[in-house]
């Protein structure tokens, strides 16, 4: 007996040496969503934690699609990984360029301040990277725990972004898997699996709202000032295209998005003419596509019940 007892011990250390987690089913997991939130009932202070595909520009356009009082603060870096942000030891790449502005706040004062209604976490792209290398669900569950320990009734969202366009296995095919397969099934179901986060963490689905409007686009043969994927993404400084970041077309979808989950509102008709962060002018979409834009949102938001929005039937 006292044989087989440590020969199990054994076999429990091995597993855990060999990366063995605890993870929720995908029952389990779906049962934490099963109740939506209620809607807020005030303009919120949102803290955003990530790197450039948050970026400057998105939060400051989703700051104005709020009629008024929407507050919110960021910590960001190139490339950064929720570990990079959360250990002191670990640098954090461009944090000096990205965080020079008066929106930049230290992410784990903001969160420890109690301050802030919801925070949304980024994680590092690419998503495989992040999970294999860099621990992505076991920061997840500290930033998730972190935030509820000061203040139970915080709202935390994870926030689902993309892959390069060039990506080898198909864009839009990363999109369609990685979702259950990367984001819920290792960052939720392992992030959340010990019971300790306070609750759900809710998702932001950009990821999912991009392969949809994406498909509406391409199917149609474009849109007005719009034919394709890559009109959503920036180009570099000599003209060729950036795969992966965001133009001003892309952060509003992008914007859209993160309105519809964090207040519950469908964002139809809201305005489309806004400013980037540095008061510029923003290039606006054509009116008939940015109502495009904001119905996918809406389907997609109230299509999926981990958003945490009230589900259509």
């Known amino acids: 007996m006292l044989y087989l007892r440590s020969a199990k011990l054994a076999l429990l250390l091995a597993l855990g040496a060999c990366g063995f987690e605890k993870s929720l089913s995908v029952d389990a997991l779906d049962q934490m969503y099963t109740t939506p939130l209620a809607p807020p009932t005030k303009a919120l202070r949102v803290f955003h934690l990530g790197h450039s595909l948050v970026n400057r520009d998105m939060p400051a356009m989703l700051e104005q699609l709020v009629s008024q009082g929407h507050d919110h603060r960021s910590q960001l870096g190139w490339g950064a990984s929720l570990k990079s942000h959360w250990e002191p030891d670990v640098p954090i790449n461009g ?71 060039d990506d080898r296995q198909g864009w839009l095919q990363r999109l369609d898997n990685d979702l259950t397969q990367y984001w819920e ?113 809406w389907e997609v938001v109230t299509r999926y019940p981990k958003t945490g929005v009230q589900q259509r039937l």
Do not use: C
Request: cysteine-free; glycine content about 8%.
């Open 95 to 165: 944090f000096e360029q990205e965080n020079a502005h008066p929106r930049y706040q230290d992410a784990l004062a903001a969160v420890r301040s109690g301050e802030f209604d919801a925070v949304v976490l980024t994680e590092m792209v690419e998503i495989r990277d992040a999970i294999e290398h860099f621990d992505a669900p076991k920061y997840l569950r500290l930033w998730s725990r972190e935030a509820r320990l000061h203040r139970p009734d915080t709202r935390v969202y994870l926030y689902e972004t993309w892959h390069s366009l």
């Open 185 to 297: 099934g290792e960052l939720l179901a392992k992030g959340m699996a010990h019971g300790d986060t306070g609750g759900p963490v809710y998702v932001i689905p950009a990821g999912q709202v991009m392969a949809q409007f994406v498909r509406r686009v391409e199917a149609a043969g474009g849109m007005p000032g719009l034919s394709s994927r890559h009109d959503l993404f920036a180009r570099n400084p000599d003209g060729t295209q950036d795969n992966i970041h965001l133009n001003d077309l892309g952060n509003y979808l992008v914007a859209l998005t993160h309105y519809a989950v964090l207040y519950h509102r469908s964002p139809v008709g809201l305005p489309h003419r806004l400013q980037r962060a540095d008061g510029t002018t923003a290039k606006a979409p054509e009116e008939l596509t940015a109502r495009a834009m904001q119905e996918a949102v």
